[in-house]
């Protein structure tokens, strides 16, 4: 007996050293939206995040309501909030709701018919996620800064942010749309009509089952796919060039574009004014240092695009110059640029899967090449969006209205497709006018109207002889 319980006594040690060992990453706050203002954790996110979905919706304050989170995790702080101020609550309920009614069609058409009824049962999914759903609120938001790091080696952390967005919808109300949008999107002479009718009066008389809830709550959707936290390889391999190693590669990469487009000779008078906004921008910019220093030029072409490679070069097409109406929306071109560079999108086209010093080699020897096609081909979608939006800042930075940014998007949405239909030029390698127009918009919400002073600079603007 005796022996058999320092077996035990053992194992157990054993299992706790275990435990300790495979406990993994630990996870600590940086900082959250009420860190300024020395504002706690608001209580329904902590009950959330510790309970999950159901706790919320026992609370006295939602009786008689459902409580629904949106959930966005990132690496990039504005493209998070961004999310977070733009969530709709139409669709992420919807696509709650549509979890949730898919897994009951599965059950009840197993039980109740024969047959391959997948198209008729998209159709109804279909009719549920375009419900409105009105009545549904924005009851609060909330993000937070974390870092998940190796206890053994802090060196290796990952930083996350996370937004979370609660709405509440009135049982009732939400019930009631679901159930008519079920009943009024199957024919009668459908074998699925009656399970249809069966699930809609299922959902009117006794909503939602709260373990289901729990389980299909939390849409998630992951922006840190084309971005680079720190510890990645290409994030190591980043630090570790200097001013001087990226300005030679952008002048190699500005000697690729232009041998593919000529300069134009634009009057020297003009040059120098599209170089003054440029450096009002850097000026007032986070990064205003670089080996050269910043430098934009105007190419001889009708497309309406624009380029800009690491260490400060810009290229602007004539089109695109014809195409801005204002000097805020010249600027906002400009602005668009500088934060690829800034952000150094050019040098995060260069990938590896060994380690910072095989990234390094491929940015001194074939990078320009990488860089350069990437910059043909067109940033991913997140990096255009961050720009736009660091653009913004920006723009405000310098005293310049980032109206001017929504200006020019309206402009290239006029000019969006060629006569044959085809996208062209900026509108072929960035995302759609219209979306970028979302997402700009948003970001501009936050700014402060400054004084209106857009008359002086539009008469600057005339004058310089395009």
Known sequence: MKNNLIKILIALCLLLLFITCVSGPKIVELENKGTVMGTPTPAWLRLYLQRGISALNALPEYNGKYCIIGEETGVNRQFVVAWADNASAQSRIGALVRTNIASRYEAAVNAQATGNYEQQINNVLNAIVNVSFSGAQREADWWSLRRRYDPDNKENFTDEYTAWVLYTI???????????????????????????????????????????????????????????????????AIEKIDLVDEYAVGREVAANILSRHRLYEAPPAFTAYLNQILMALVINSPYPSSFNGYVAAVLDSDDVNAFATPGGHIFVTRGLIGAAKTEDALAAVLAHELAHIQLRHGMRAIQSNRDAEDWVRQFMFPGAGIITERINAGFSHSQEFDADITAISLLAAAGYNPQGLIDMLLELEKINYSQSGVRVGFNATHPSASSRLVNARVAISRYTPQTDNSARRQRRFDAAGR
């Open 170 to 236: 009135p049982k009732a109300e939400m019930n009631r749309q679901i159930a008519l949008a079920m009943q009024t999107s199957v024919s009668r002479d459908s074998a699925l009509y009656d399970v249809t009718i069966a699930l809609a009066r299922d959902i009117l008389l006794q909503g939602y089952d709260e373990n289901e809830k729990q389980t299909t709550a939390v849409i998630q959707r992951t922006a840190a796919d084309n971005y680079n936290p720190p510890g990645s390889i290409t994030a190591n």
